[in-house]
């Protein structure tokens, strides 16, 4: 089946700090990748996503890029922001045919400035 | 404006009571869901309505069923509530349309059910 295996939080940063937050997954066909964020008290939302193989997907400085080699979604930014505190949720959706989505444990990103 | 909207935002209510969850989107899609988010912040999709058809039914208790009146419409009630439904409910929907392929999901703002 299908699944998404994401690093265990939380995550404790200094404000302009690099993050990765690793993403890998197991996938029947050619999946579509994503990353979704929850900030306190809301709903997901969509961050970036990436329909193909090296496809990069990027949104407010955050980047991605679909390794079909590695089966990995790792997600980047170069410096973060305090804003930037929140949940992150690595997710596929297998090949066309398909409704839902797969998503990770989450991982919780605090920033602290 | 809200994309996909639910209602209540907070629900409390005392175990084996009956209860309802409404959701409404206003993006045109053709396909809406309800997930389960479980206190450890854990996704789980539970139901999927592709044009008022039923199309996922996850392994979920048949306590709860879902109902769809109509596209933009999809509401989850849930018959003699447990302890164990405690859990924040979303909402989400996504347009599929005739190939196959389904869009983005976009997702409600959640409803916290808590069960005494």
């Known amino acids: 089946g299908n699944s998404v295996t994401q690093m265990e939080g939380p995550v404790t940063l200094s404000e302009e700090a690099f993050l990765t937050i690793n993403c890998t997954y197991t996938a029947t066909g050619y999946p579509s990748l994503f990353w979704y964020v929850q900030y306190p008290g809301e709903g997901l939302q969509l961050l970036l996503k990436?329909?193909?193989?090296?496809d990069k997907g990027s949104n407010k400085g955050f980047e991605a890029t679909y390794r079909k080699e590695t089966t990995s979604f790792h997600l980047e930014k170069g410096s973060v922001q305090v804003s930037d505190s929140a949940v992150y949720f690595c997710?596929?959706?297998?090949?066309?045919?398909?409704?839902?989505?797969?998503f990770g444990k989450g991982t919780k990103l605090s920033v602290i400035p | 404006d809200t994309a996909v909207s639910q209602t209540p935002k907070y629900l409390v209510t005392q175990m084996g009571n009956d209860k309802s969850i409404k959701c409404e989107q206003n993006l045109g899609h053709d396909t809406m869901y309800w997930y389960k988010q479980d206190s450890k912040k854990f996704l789980k999709i539970m139901f999927s309505y592709n044009n008022k058809e039923l199309i996922i039914n996850e392994t979920v208790p048949n306590r709860f069923s879902p109902k769809s009146p109509d596209k933009a419409h999809l509401n989850l009630h849930i018959n003699s509530l447990e302890l164990g439904d405690s859990a924040v409910y979303f909402c989400?929907?996504?347009?599929?349309?005739?190939?196959?392929?389904?869009?983005?999901?976009?997702f409600g703002p959640g409803t916290r059910l808590t069960v005494l």
């Open positions: 997710a596929l959706r297998a090949g066309a045919g398909s409704y839902q989505l797969t």
């Open positions: 990436a329909t193909k193989a090296d």
């Open positions: 989400a929907s996504s347009q599929v349309g005739g190939s196959g392929k389904a869009d983005t999901q976009y």
